[in-house]
């Protein structure tokens, strides 16, 4: 009987292991102009505007657990939201990139890749409310592009304003 108690006892514990997951690594974007703007990232040297993944003006969630609420509290059944890559004007944003919050780093995009910095393109609101993504891709609809190596965001306290 003892036995038998320690082993479940034992497989019982086996089922409680948790692990931790700590904070991505972060890009902050500080947005010092009049207007939102998005930020494609793309790592590595880029020198034009990918077509995939696209970006989007708004994310819809379809809400049916209710767990988000209106200001009354009561339970939306969907909702539109900002996606991450959304920078309000004025404001401080802020995209994952890797590594821990402690100590980001750019990821890999590939296990023979040694790509070791990041472009990011910069769309403004008004672009993104006008056009449709393959026109934006076609055109190469960005006001400014910057690239930067793991280095030159280290140096940055891994913050880059915007323009």
């Known amino acids: 009987m003892r036995h038998f108690l320690l082993i479940s006892f034992a497989v019982l514990l086996q089922g409680c292991i948790f692990t931790y997951d700590p904070a991505p690594g972060k890009l902050h974007i500080r947005n010092n102009t009049d207007q939102a703007v998005y930020v494609y990232l793309k790592y590595g040297e880029a020198d034009v505007l990918p077509l995939?993944?696209?970006?989007?003006?708004?994310?819809?969630?379809?809400?049916?657990d209710g767990s988000m609420q209106d200001s009354s509290g009561n339970p939306l059944k969907s909702c539109f939201v900002s996606p991450e890559y959304r920078i309000n004007a004025y404001d401080l944003g802020s995209l994952i990139i890797g590594g821990s919050?402690?100590?980001?780093?750019?990821r890999s995009t590939g296990l023979l890749s040694n790509e070791k910095g990041v472009t990011l393109f910069f769309i403004t609101?008004?672009?993104?409310?006008?056009?449709d993504w393959e026109e934006i891709y076609q055109k190469q609809m960005f006001v400014k592009k910057?690239?930067?190596?793991?280095e030159e965001l280290e140096n940055s306290n891994w913050t880059v304003t915007y323009p």
Request: aromatic share 16%; charged share 40%.
């Open 52 to 64: 995939e993944p696209k970006l989007e003006l708004f994310e819809f969630f379809d809400n049916e």
């Open 101 to 106: 919050a402690n100590k980001p780093r750019l």
């Open 146 to 150: 910057k690239t930067f190596t793991q």
């Open 125 to 131: 609101e008004k672009t993104m409310r006008s056009y």
